[in-house]
């Protein structure tokens, strides 16, 4: 109950697409969704984030649509450009009481943008 | 801030050898966690703190495996012995305790090769 399963394993789309990476959870008591962006060599970083009291947060070409009833959440990078071209992992965390939001990672999704 | 600094940045060891990972958050963080990626089982939680105390340990994968957080700016993750299968990237993030409290900032990692 504690997984994130994140899908496509990998995506390859061309430059300008609209690649979408797919998140699905069991635990309703996770409250807060991240997305991280990772480049070879580096450590993750927080791309956008939302809470599930709303369904769509937009922040430039990055856009996270959320289905509470569903409990899905995806990422969808519109206009993609070749700097896009990273690992993408979408995470899960609860903060209720006694929680400490420890992130659940998913598996994560490479994404190559082709010029 | 000059964030997250993990040292070393690559570690080669021969297996039976003891490896010491050493992190130094971002100052005023209050949470500290340590992280392992590989290809097979992606980005796993191995253990964090809260001021400097361990909260939970659950990921850590055997007794090879100990941490410490002897004050707010050091963390250390050691294993002893070292074996093959210990390979992989190691991060450590921090994470402010108020604010953007759920956003986790991650150093550059250290890649591990077990001889």
């Known amino acids: 109950q504690q997984q994130v399963k994140q899908s496509p394993q990998s995506l390859i789309v061309q430059k300008g697409g609209i690649p979408i990476i797919n998140c699905a959870y069991e635990n309703t008591a996770f409250d807060y969704f991240p997305w991280y962006q990772q480049f070879p060599g580096k450590g993750p970083a927080l791309l956008i984030a939302?809470?599930?009291?709303?369904s769509e947060k937009k922040e430039g070409r990055f856009t996270i649509s959320f289905n509470k009833s569903a409990k899905q959440f995806s990422l969808h990078i519109m206009d993609s450009q070749p700097g896009d071209s990273a690992t993408y992992f979408c995470a899960a965390s609860s903060h209720g009481s006694g929680n400490t939001g420890k992130l659940i990672f998913g598996q994560g999704t490479t994404l190559q943008v082709k010029p | 801030d000059a964030g997250v600094i993990q040292s070393p940045r690559h570690e080669v060891t021969e297996m039976g050898q003891e490896v010491t990972l050493r992190c130094k958050p971002i100052s005023g963080h209050d949470y500290l966690f340590w992280y392992r990626q590989t290809m097979m089982r992606g980005l796993e939680l191995l253990i964090y703190f809260n001021n400097n105390v361990p909260i939970d340990d659950s990921g850590m994968p055997e007794d090879r495996f100990s941490a410490k957080m002897p004050n707010a700016s050091f963390s250390t993750l050691k294993i002893q012995p070292s074996e093959p299968r210990d390979s992989a990237v190691y991060f450590c993030a921090s994470s402010p305790l108020r604010g953007r409290a759920y956003e986790q900032f991650f150093g550059p990692g250290t890649r591990l090769t077990v001889l």
């Open positions: 939302i809470r599930p009291d709303v």
